[in-house]
């Protein structure tokens, strides 16, 4: 059976961390296949327009348009490509408006080696990719200004735990592993959390919970 191929592409003003990305998924993910490459906001832009990729890996400062200006832009026009926003910094609001702007996922520059791959499968799969220890930078501010909130008023309280996790960046499959419940359990839940919001994918979730 021929392996489905991945298109990806990097877009970072670094051209060594360009080349080291290559590099690395050449060594460790050769179904991943590096079609183009940008060194600023517009060229991402244009990238993404021109060549669909399946994945984006976009750099949050990027020269003559920031990465979260261009993930606003991409976000409309490039709907089918998942963004994982690259960046140096772990603060809450760099992590909550890539989500709010339609990012998949956020990895840390010095974490790029590895989680790559991981990160890149995450996203594929519709899920949202965050580290759990990126989770509290994200969760915990919002946590505190909605203790009064028992959640969204249309699902039940476990939904709204899974909900919640959900917005903190979670995988199912880490939630899963917090709540001692089955994958299986998880995804349903998800599923029917989508189907009464009418979400159609975890990033249209994520918005809605919001």
């Given at each position: 059976?021929?392996?489905?191929?991945?298109?990806?592409?990097?877009?970072?003003?670094?051209?060594l961390?360009?080349?080291?990305?290559?590099?690395?998924?050449?060594?460790?993910?050769?179904?991943?296949?590096?079609?183009?490459?940008?060194?600023?906001?517009?060229?991402?832009?244009?990238?993404?327009?021109?060549l669909?990729?399946?994945?984006?890996?976009?750099?949050?400062?990027?020269?003559?348009?920031?990465?979260?200006?261009?993930?606003?832009?991409i976000?409309?026009?490039?709907?089918?490509?998942?963004?994982?926003?690259?960046s140096?910094?772990?603060?809450?609001?760099?992590?909550?408006?890539?989500?709010?702007?339609?990012?998949?996922?956020?990895?840390?520059?010095?974490?790029?080696?590895?989680?790559?791959?991981?990160?890149?499968?995450?996203?594929?799969q519709?899920?949202v990719?965050?580290?759990?220890?990126?989770a509290?930078?994200?969760?915990?501010?919002?946590?505190?200004?909605?203790?009064?909130?028992?959640?969204?008023?249309?699902?039940?309280?476990?939904?709204?735990e899974?909900?919640?996790?959900?917005?903190?960046?979670?995988?199912?499959?880490?939630?899963?592993?917090?709540?001692?419940?089955?994958?299986?359990?998880?995804?349903?839940?998800?599923?029917?959390?989508?189907?009464?919001?009418?979400?159609?994918?975890?990033?249209?979730?994520?918005?809605?919970?919001?």
């Amino acid at each position: 059976m021929t392996e489905q191929i991945v298109t990806l592409v990097i877009a970072d003003d670094h051209t060594l961390l360009r080349e080291g990305i290559k590099s690395l998924l050449r060594q460790t993910n050769p179904s991943v296949r590096v079609i183009g490459e940008a060194g600023t906001g517009i060229e991402a832009i244009e990238a993404c327009v021109r060549l669909k990729p399946n994945v984006l890996m976009l750099d949050i400062s990027m020269p003559d348009l920031s990465g979260l200006d261009a993930l606003g832009i991409i976000a409309q026009k490039c709907p089918e490509t998942h963004v994982l926003m690259l960046s140096m910094h772990s603060d809450p609001f760099r992590i909550r408006e890539s989500m709010a702007k339609g990012a998949s996922g956020y990895i840390l520059k010095d974490a790029v080696g590895e989680d790559l791959n991981d990160a890149i499968s995450t996203v594929l799969q519709g899920s949202v990719y965050l580290k759990a220890n990126l989770a509290p930078a994200l969760w915990a501010p919002q946590e505190t200004q909605s203790q009064s909130l028992s959640g969204h008023p249309l699902l039940t309280d476990r939904e709204n735990e899974i909900a919640r996790q959900l917005k903190a960046g979670y995988s199912s499959k880490q939630i899963a592993s917090n709540l001692n419940v089955s994958l299986n359990t998880v995804r349903t839940h998800r599923a029917k959390i989508m189907k009464k919001l009418d979400a159609h994918s975890v990033v249209e979730l994520l918005k809605k919970l919001s």
